[in-house]
């Protein structure tokens, strides 16, 4: 099965199949994504109240704002770059950073 994230309407679909005590493996069958990614979801968003899709939905975007990309320092990607053109090993451009004090 092809990675997806779980959309809301999806959400809302496992909570109503729980409901229905019906399986994980099964959940995951009939929505077409792997039974962990179902388990996966159900621990991550239960709550006292159970599952509630509108609250995992709203945890899942919240966790996905906060994740964010990081970016490397361009002085940084300079120097790894001219490293790399005078033929340096990456042993011997990671050693800069440990002299350095910070990661190249």
């Avoid at 077409?32 to 159970?50: A, H, I, M, W, Y």
């Avoid at 790894?80 to 011997?92: H, K």
Wanted: glycine share 6%; aromatic share 6%; proline share 3%.
């Amino acid at each position: 099965m092809k990675y997806q994230q779980l959309t809301e309407g999806l959400r809302y679909q496992i909570a109503l199949l729980c409901e229905d005590k019906v399986s994980q493996a099964e959940i995951g069958r009939r929505l077409g994504v792997c039974k962990s990614t179902v388990s996966r979801e159900l621990r991550r968003n239960r709550s006292v109240d159970g599952y509630q899709p509108a609250v995992a939905q709203k945890l899942s975007t919240s966790r996905r704002k906060a994740a964010g990309k990081r970016r490397m320092h361009e002085d940084t990607v300079f120097f790894v770059e001219a490293a790399l053109n005078w033929l340096w090993s990456p042993e011997q451009i990671s050693a800069i950073g440990d002299i350095i004090g910070r990661p190249v």
